[in-house]
């Protein structure tokens, strides 16, 4: 009995604490048999972790109390300013391989030897949302490339989309704040559809060929696992002869070109917002590991000067039917992060870490990211020695003086902290022209002045290009996606300025948003800064369609079943689509499962109010007869079946499960399957490889 005539507070022993949480990867000096002691972060044991120290049984909490304190202080102290564009971000690792040496072309120790593995890390990302936000907004996504080369790291900083909104980096500032939420109100988040962005695009002509990919399905993709990326600007590659060649870097994804519908992005953000992370989360840890080949367009200064586009204007791309994409590696992610915040969050790229055999150019939006990419590192890690995190520290070996600063891990040893100093080989490391990156000697000479390059000044014969060379569904696309966002702005003055610049793109697309809009008479056509607009051929390359997968590879048949659905053709389709490299997954009116018509108890995935088909490439439909019934008044799996449908999607359905499709308005097409045996599975599994039947499109969307 303590003097209060109280009971003391029992304070619970190790032995009686269960203790679940891992250890985080550091050392502990003391366990109780396997399981390590919780200790503070400066390894003090801890006996108990569930009560503050506290004067009396109901009294104040005592500063005495040093592991509150510190667990406190530690939790308050966890954020890190996000990224002020692309902060929201999903990271993995891999590998890159050349298929045959570059030697020829590059001295860059990476592309020499076939076959030779180079670590990198790798981040996707969307660019106007916060930390926090949905997956599927359309956006440009990032493709960020860290190359952990055995002359240094090599950050190839891209995107999914090869042109840019803007050529100078001056207006970065002005373009980013126009997109993220307006400052007043703090919305909208992670869109672009709203006045601000709008009224920026409309005054500003050289964004009209972004404009045009940004309201293609480009931003809203199935997955990072099945897009493109760019490294957008045009570099240089120099051998070791010296001699350069100019190169614009592309990953092609092994799996084909996919994206979602735009009514399917909208849902999945609801039924997933995390779908991209999940999928390329899902796809690592089942050893389907994502895949890209790296391709150069390699060309010369002639063809740099007789372009009639500026090779430094990142607002125009180079024809892939000009000069063709010359495959050389493969890109593989092969393991995911053990922690998110060191390594996804704390992931510092920069654009100005180019090694040996690569170069920049004077590409002025590329030269501004020079700049920019080392300053805000520092803003966000807090101090100069974010190359101490591991996942930012070169693999290679590596010596130099700086030292001290916040956090320092690492400092120069023995007495020489500078250079030139006379302590011979204890004096540290020396530069070297020889092995030393030599900056390509291009001849400079100008005027210092605020100009623009005249040829920069052709702001819509590219975006028309893009425009023809998409299929109709995506010309169709990127008409409703202009008529939505344009619709989100209040300003009638805005949305009749972009039909203005649209008319010089296309007019038959300009009167398709005017009439989308409800906006009448048209206006005239906007003043272009060059009066010529050119007539461009048709870039097949530039077409999501033309460049989709050939088979099911990769994607996920979401398979609505119930008790007593028909085992048979369950398994006989599990099997095919397993064959073809896809996934299936169960959707029931319970994630405990269902008893299929051979009696077995099957698990499902999903519960169909969580698994919408938003979530899946394609659908089947098993429900049994009773089952059916069941589904017929649950509005979840009539939706499931009637979004499957207006999303174009290939529907399979079991002969008893057709009432429920008549009841979520089906209408027989050549994208619905009946399947009664072996036999139809077949052509079911056939036409996916084609993943939507555009054609529907028509029928189900009138406005
Ligand atoms: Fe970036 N960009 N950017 N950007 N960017 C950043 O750097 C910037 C541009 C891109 O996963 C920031 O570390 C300027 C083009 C990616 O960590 C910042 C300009 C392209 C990522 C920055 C551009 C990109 C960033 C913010 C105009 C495609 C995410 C956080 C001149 C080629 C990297 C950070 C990651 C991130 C500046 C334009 C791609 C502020 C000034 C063009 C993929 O430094």
Redesign the pocket.
């Given at each position: 009995m303590s003097s209060t005539g109280q009971q003391p507070l029992k304070t619970a022993s190790i032995a009686d604490i269960k203790i679940s949480r891992g250890t985080g990867g550091e050392t502990h000096q003391i366990a109780e048999g396997d399981t390590p002691v919780l200790t503070t972060a400066h390894g003090i044991p801890v006996a108990d972790d569930q009560n503050s120290l506290k004067a009396g049984e109901r009294g104040p909490t005592l500063i005495e109390d040093g592991h509150f304190r510190e667990k406190i202080f530690h939790f308050d102290h966890e954020r890190i300013p996000e990224?002020?564009?692309?902060?929201r971000?999903y990271?993995a690792h891999g590998f890159f391989e050349p298929y045959r040496s570059l030697s020829d072309i590059t001295a860059a120790d990476l592309f020499q030897r076939a076959g030779e593995k180079t670590e990198v890390f790798v981040?996707?990302?969307t660019?106007a949302g916060n930390k926090g936000s949905p997956d599927l907004a359309r956006d440009?996504r990032?493709?960020?490339v860290k190359f952990y080369t055995k002359e240094g790291n090599w950050d190839l900083?891209?995107?999914n989309i090869p042109v840019?909104f803007?050529q100078?980096?001056i207006?970065?500032?002005d373009?980013i704040h126009a997109a993220k939420q307006e400052p007043d109100r703090g919305f909208p988040q992670a869109q672009t559809a709203h006045d601000n962005f709008w009224d920026f695009i409309s005054l500003t002509p050289e964004a009209m060929n972004m404009a045009l990919w940004i309201m293609s399905d480009r931003t809203i993709p199935r997955s990072f696992r099945f897009m493109e990326g760019?490294?957008?600007?045009t570099f240089r590659l120099v051998n070791a002869d010296g001699a350069s060649t100019f190169v614009k870097f592309h990953w092609k994804p092994k799996l084909g070109l996919q994206s979602k519908v735009w009514n399917e992005a909208v849902k999945t953000n609801g039924a997933d917002p995390d779908f991209h992370r999940r999928d390329l989360w899902d796809a690592i840890q089942a050893g389907d590991f994502p895949e890209w080949e790296l391709g150069l367009q390699l060309f010369d200064d002639s063809f740099a000067d007789e372009f009639p586009f500026d090779v430094l204007d990142?607002t125009k791309i180079i024809p892939e039917e000009l000069v063709p994409v010359q495959i050389v590696g493969r890109l593989v992610l092969d393991r995911v992060v053990d922690n998110f915040f060191a390594e996804t969050e704390q992931?510092?790229?920069?654009?100005q870490n180019v090694v040996p055999g690569i170069d920049f150019t004077n590409d002025p939006?590329?030269q501004?990211?020079n700049?920019?990419?080392l300053?805000?590192?520092l803003k966000?890690l807090g101090g100069p020695n974010f190359s101490h995190i591991p996942v930012n520290a070169p693999r290679c070996p590596f010596a130099h003086f700086q030292q001290d600063g916040h956090m320092a891990m690492r400092n120069p040893v023995g007495r020489a902290n500078y250079e030139p100093n006379s302590w011979g080989p204890a004096g540290g490391p020396r530069e070297s022209p020889q092995k030393g990156f030599q900056t390509f000697p291009e001849d400079m000479t100008g005027v210092k002045r605020r100009v623009r390059a005249e040829l920069f000044a052709d702001h819509y014969s590219q975006a028309r290009q893009f425009y023809i060379s998409q299929t109709e569904p995506e010309q169709t696309h990127i008409k409703d996606a202009f008529v939505f966002e344009l619709s989100k702005v209040e300003t009638p003055e805005i949305r009749g300025r972009m039909v203005a610049h649209l008319l010089n793109v296309d007019k038959a697309l300009a009167e398709k948003v005017a009439d989308g809009l409800g906006l009448s008479p048209l206006p005239k056509p906007a003043d272009p800064a060059r009066p010529v607009i050119t007539d461009l051929p048709a870039s097949p390359a530039l077409s999501i369609v033309k460049n989709g997968p050939k088979s099911f590879k990769g994607r996920k048949l979401g398979v609505l079943v119930t008790d007593g659905s028909d085992a048979k053709l369950l398994k006989a389709l599990t099997k095919a689509i397993d064959a073809e490299g896809g996934l299936v997954e169960l959707i029931a009116p319970k994630v405990g499962g269902v008893k299929l018509s051979d009696g077995e108890a099957t698990p499902a995935k999903q519960k169909v109010n969580g698994g919408p088909s938003v979530l899946y490439d394609a659908v089947a439909i098993l429900a049994s007869a009773d089952g059916c019934k069941l589904l017929m008044n649950e509005a979840t799996a009539r939706d499931f079946v009637a979004d499957a449908f207006a999303h174009a999607k290939f529907i399979a359905f079991a002969p008893s499960a057709k009432p429920l499709l008549d009841k979520a308005g089906v209408e027989p097409d050549d994208g619905v399957f009946e399947l009664t045996g072996a036999g139809d599975v077949k052509t079911f599994i056939a036409a996916l490889g084609e993943l939507r039947l555009w054609d529907r499109e028509k029928t189900v969307h009138t406005v």
């Open positions: 990224r002020v564009v692309h902060a971000g990271g981040r996707f990302s660019v440009v990032g493709f960020a900083v891209g995107n840019f803007i100078d980096a207006k970065f500032p373009l760019f490294g957008v600007h990142a992931v510092a790229f920069m654009t939006l590329l501004g990211r700049f920019s990419y300053d805000t590192q966000r």
